[in-house]
T-cell receptor, first 113, second 115 residues
């Protein structure tokens, strides 16, 4: 079935550093791709999305490009802030399964002042 | 967009009892889902809540353990039956208005602890 793989382990970095979180997917069809963020003690919020190949989603300084050739949707931010500390989940929408979401394991990001 | 609320926000329950979680959406959504997020883990889909009919369960989840109702387009309940400590998790409701590219909105979750 469709699946999402995120890089292992938490990410710790200093304020104003560059952030990359890798996400690759396996899908039989043409899924939509999403990044969700979960701030401490809160529910999931959509951060950005892309619905077709070469689309770039962006929000709050974060960007991710839908790369069909490498089946990837890596999340990037040029200069992180302490307030970006959260768990980030990559997800895909399965077009052959009621468009339900399949999530990656998530990455804890800790930004140190 | 859609705003989703859940009740209760958290509960502590005894082994062998059941808990019903309510999910309310402020606008009509075509699809509603229930997820489980075990401590430190990602989200696992339990089932798709279908309006007026039986929910569609994912592999590893059964109706007897997780009965779900969805009487209309804006409300759903999930019951966790005959609980054990392994059921301690966050349970999240979500809804989506449209098709494949549409955003899926999530409720704040219900944090369940089973003693």
């Amino acid at each position: 079935g469709d699946s999402v793989t995120q890089m292992e382990g938490p990410v710790t970095l200093s304020e104003e550093a560059f952030l990359t979180i890798n996400c690759t997917y396996t899908a039989t069809g043409y899924p939509s791709l999403f990044w969700y963020v979960q701030y401490p003690g809160e529910g999931l919020q959509l951060l950005l999305k892309a619905t077709k190949a070469d689309d770039k989603g962006s929000n709050k300084g974060f960007e991710a490009t839908y790369r069909k050739e490498t089946t990837s949707f890596h999340l990037e931010k040029g200069s992180v802030q302490v307030s970006d500390s959260a768990v980030y989940f990559c997800a895909l929408s399965d077009p052959y399964g009621n468009n339900r979401l399949a999530f990656g394991k998530g990455n804890q990001v800790v930004v140190i002042p | 967009s859609a705003v989703i609320s859940q009740k209760p926000s958290r509960d502590i329950c005894q082994r062998g009892t059941s808990l019903t979680i309510q999910c309310q959406v402020d606008s009509q959504v075509t699809m509603m889902f229930w997820y489980r997020q075990q401590p430190g883990q990602s989200l696992t889909l339990i089932a798709t809540a279908n309006q007026g009919s039986e929910a569609t369960y994912e592999s590893g989840f059964v109706i007897d353990k997780f009965p779900i109702s969805r009487p209309n387009l804006t409300f759903s309940t999930l019951t966790v039956s005959n609980m054990s400590p392994e059921d301690s998790s966050i349970y999240l409701c979500s809804g989506r208005m449209g098709g494949r590219g549409d955003t899926q909105y999530f409720g704040p979750g219900t944090r369940l602890t089973v003693l």
